[in-house]
């Protein structure tokens, strides 16, 4: 799914209502419509006290439109204007005329923050918020700020229409309690990035998108910065097998790591490399690891640094297709070294995670010998430590893409919704859930990129693709495990059904099930 930048809504709303022939006012009475639909399919007519805050820009206009569809439906609404700017827009002043029309109480005007003693918001109430929508030019007054702390004490749910009002779109907000807390965002087309980022995720608990019907050539022709990636995203990625396919024609994985106390790490990536396709997987590991290595994952061929404890000499004379390096590694200072004079003969794509990041990150030279579109897979402190600190994620998000343009490298950002980088594009991933924060969990995922960059994929499509399985593989497994049992093993395990997954029709609902009987 394209996630459109604000000006690429205005653009979109501007071309719709010329192509469809219909008037901007016509476009906020179905965005409305649609937020009312929603509601009343969930309500059926309760009579639950429904507080909607419309500010003064269209995102008032929608909360007025719903407001007036409540009205008019029998709900028990009460409506406020949040008047905190006096450029009212023309189709907030239409609907705020239209819904005088429906209702003998006008709604409630609110200007100062003397006016909010007057509201009582219980906590079974309903709140929409329909104050600020992705108009917000800079940060909310005092007291609009008091209201939305006003809406946080109230405990009530809250309903924000296209995003939490005090959020923007492409900046970070400097005082969080000018800032709406949602349950639940209905955003118009496509979810905002804010979403998706760790600074500013809690600000809505859930979203869904609402299809307010932009004009379908706009959304399709359009190009957008941001991709989120879900299942319909990944499925045109896959590779079929043929029937005649053998183990030559899907690569050959090195996996190149491990120090004393730390071979596991090159288990979890070589087996996981296996587990996502890859014909053959060699591990490159110090001599402590052979037989645990050999005893443990019988399919992975072993070669042995000269070390005991650490890698000390890069040596050997296979010729893999892609090298996955530093999980476990340790950055000894031979380590270090030979990693060095790997990189300056190495013309082999490489995966560069964890300790190999950190070897990088201490000598920023080394950056200009990776060969293109390496993938380097760091975690938020492992970013640090390369890129520098940043103040909000809108710059850490800009840092990462300059450095990525700077040295041709795709940057995987882990986390809760880890984000592929490559120059200007940025791919939010979807799969995944807390039960993947335990050890190993990221090992497991070098080695899944590695498995499908040997098979043919591209670096871009492997990071893409492997960061979906990955967390659809902990999805599923979560089902046995839980959150807590789930360890970085359940994750290889379940790869297979990942891949399953993929071709698995949705389910049929219960009704047309039966009907067939
Ligand atoms: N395709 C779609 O997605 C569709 C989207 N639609 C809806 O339109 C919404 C966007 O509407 P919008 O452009 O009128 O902006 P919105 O956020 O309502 O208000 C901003 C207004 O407030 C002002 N203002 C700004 N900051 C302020 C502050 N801190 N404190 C005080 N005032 C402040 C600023 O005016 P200013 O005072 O700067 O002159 C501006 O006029 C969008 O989110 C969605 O809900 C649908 O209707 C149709 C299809
Ligand atoms: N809360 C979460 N939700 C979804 N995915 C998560 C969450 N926490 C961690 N992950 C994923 O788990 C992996 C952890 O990797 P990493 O931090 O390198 O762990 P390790 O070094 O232990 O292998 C990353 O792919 C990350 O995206
Ligand atoms: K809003």
Redesign the pocket.
């Given at each position: 799914m394209k996630l459109f930048s604000k000006e690429q809504?205005?653009e979109?709303?501007k071309l719709t209502t010329e192509r469809q022939n219909i008037s901007?006012t016509d476009?906020?009475e179905r965005?409305g419509t649609q937020i009312f639909n929603w509601m009343h399919a969930r309500m059926q007519g309760a009579q639950v006290p429904i507080h909607v805050f419309c500010?003064?820009?269209?995102?008032?206009?929608?909360g007025l439109v719903l407001a007036r569809h409540l009205v008019t439906h029998g709900y028990n609404v009460v409506c406020y204007i949040v008047n905190?700017?006096?450029?009212r827009?023309k189709?907030f002043l239409i609907n705020y005329d239209r819904i005088k029309s429906v209702s003998n109480t006008w709604p409630n005007m609110l200007s100062c923050k003397e006016d909010l003693s007057e509201i009582t918001i219980g906590g079974d109430d309903i709140i929409v918020d329909?104050v600020?929508?992705?108009?917000?030019?800079?940060?909310?007054?005092d007291w609009?700020k008091h209201l939305f702390q006003k809406f946080k004490v109230s405990k009530a749910f809250t309903l924000s229409?296209?995003?939490p009002s005090g959020l923007f779109t492409d900046r970070a907000v400097d005082d969080e309690d000018a800032v709406v807390y949602a349950g639940y965002t209905l955003s118009?087309?496509s979810p905002k990035l804010a979403f998706f980022l760790p600074g500013t995720q809690k600000f809505t608990v859930q979203w869904e998108v609402l299809d307010?019907g932009?004009d379908r050539d706009y959304l399709r022709e359009t190009e957008t910065e941001v991709e989120l990636i879900a299942k319909h995203e990944v499925l045109p990625l896959y590779k079929p097998r043929q029937k005649f396919a053998h183990k030559g024609d899907f690569g050959h994985v090195m996996i190149l790591g491990g120090s004393y106390g730390k071979i596991g790490a090159v288990n979890l990536a070589s087996r996981s490399a296996l587990s996502s396709g890859a014909g053959l997987v060699t591990v490159y590991i110090p001599t402590c690891g052979y037989h645990s290595m050999q005893t443990a994952v019988p399919e992975v061929m072993v070669i042995t640094d000269e070390h005991e404890t650490h890698i000390s000499n890069i040596n050997f004379d296979i010729q893999p297709t892609v090298i996955g390096v530093g999980v476990g590694l340790g950055t000894s200072e031979d380590t270090v070294k030979t990693f060095a004079a790997f990189l300056k003969k190495n013309t082999i794509p490489l995966v560069i995670d964890a300790d190999g990041i950190n070897i990088l990150s201490r000598n920023k030279t080394l950056l200009n010998l990776l060969p293109e579109q390496t993938v380097l897979t760091p975690h938020l402190k492992e970013l640090e430590r390369i890129i520098g600190t940043w103040s909000d994620d809108f710059e850490m998000l800009e840092k990462v893409k300059a450095f990525s343009e700077k040295y041709n490298v795709i940057v995987l950002i882990k986390g809760a919704h880890s984000i592929t980088v490559n120059k200007n594009k940025m791919y939010i991933n979807t799969t995944g859930n807390p039960g993947m924060a335990t050890a190993g969990s990221g090992d497991v995922l070098t080695g899944m990129i590695s498995g499908l960059i040997a098979q043919g994929y591209t670096p871009l499509a492997a990071t893409i693709f492997a960061v979906y399985l990955h967390g659809k593989s902990a999805d599923i497994s979560l089902e046995d495990y839980g959150y807590q049992s789930l360890i970085a093993s359940h994750i290889i395990e379940k790869i297979g059904e990942a891949y399953i997954d993929l071709f698995k029709q949705p389910e049929q609902p219960k009704e047309e099930t039966q009907q067939k009987q």
């Open positions: 809504i205005y979109g709303d901007s476009l906020m965005a500010g003064i820009g269209n995102n008032g206009g929608d905190c700017s006096d450029k827009s189709d329909a600020f929508g992705i108009g917000l030019n800079r940060p909310p007054n609009v229409i296209d995003i118009f087309q307010i932009i």
